[in-house]
């Protein structure tokens, strides 16, 4: 039988906390092992609770959730960290790629929304809320990022056309049906990508794309 995803609540408000394991006692396949008010309590119960996946709120008193997703993106590398926001706070969002989140939520995600971002997440994709993605991405241009931007010549155009979605938001199932290709194909793509534009991840790929403009070229 597969095992459960082990989902941490991490959020100031204990209403929100509740709400949240409400809606995901009801997922068969998800189970809800702790809640948390701030960074320091879910950093001290990782070890009690052991979590897949955290639902981490970004504005805490204490430690916050950039602090929080430093630590443990830096100590625990099998856990994952699904960032929550509001729209109020999208100023905090780019701070929580730089510490390494894994995705991107909006409070007020519809349910089937959320559980799905958890099974991406845990699944290696990079989830992005729509609604964080427009302010992400703006301000991610007027971030002074520095990369090597000589680095892009050595992607082949259709490098380049995987890259351009992965800086929309795009996972690799969308990205395949853009473009008429297997998603097996595309996490070959991937790969090469990043291997080429010397990062670790999409979501630095992503950020990479959005700097360089490659995501406002048409397809």
Same mark, same amino acid.
């Given at each position: 039988?597969?095992?459960? /995803? ?36 879910? /950093?001290?119960? /990782? ?18 959730? /950039? ?12 856990? +994952? ?15 929580? !790629? +730089? ?18 971002? !958890? ?44 890259? +351009?979605? !992965? ?34 991840? +999409? ?10 403009? !490659? ?5």
């Amino acid at each position: 039988m597969k095992k459960p /995803i082990r989902v941490l609540i991490c959020d100031d408000q204990a209403v929100v906390c509740e709400g949240f394991k409400a809606i995901l006692s009801t997922v068969r396949d998800i189970e809800v092992v702790g809640m948390a008010h701030n960074g320091e309590e879910a /950093i001290e119960l /990782i070890d009690q609770v052991h979590p897949d996946l955290i639902l981490m709120d970004l504005k805490m008193p204490l430690m916050n959730g /950039i602090q929080a997703t430093l630590h443990i993106t830096r100590d625990y590398l099998d856990v +994952r960290v699904l960032a929550l926001t509001t729209y109020d706070e999208d100023e905090w969002v780019f701070d929580a !790629i +730089r510490a390494g989140a894994h995705g991107y939520l909006l409070k007020n995600t519809p349910r089937e929304s959320l559980v799905k971002a !958890i099974y991406d997440t845990m699944s290696g994709k990079t989830p992005v809320d729509p609604g964080v993605a427009g302010k992400l991405f703006s301000q991610v241009k007027g971030k002074n990022m520095e990369f090597d931007s000589s680095l892009l010549k050595a992607l082949n155009p259709r490098e380049r056309d995987v890259l +351009r979605l !992965i800086g929309k938001g795009r996972n690799n199932s969308e990205i395949a049906d853009s473009l008429h290709l297997s998603e097996g194909t595309v996490k070959n793509l991937v790969s090469r990508i990043l291997s080429k534009l010397q990062v670790n991840d +999409r979501t630095q790929a992503a950020l990479l794309a959005v700097r360089s403009g !490659i995501t406002e070229e048409n397809l």
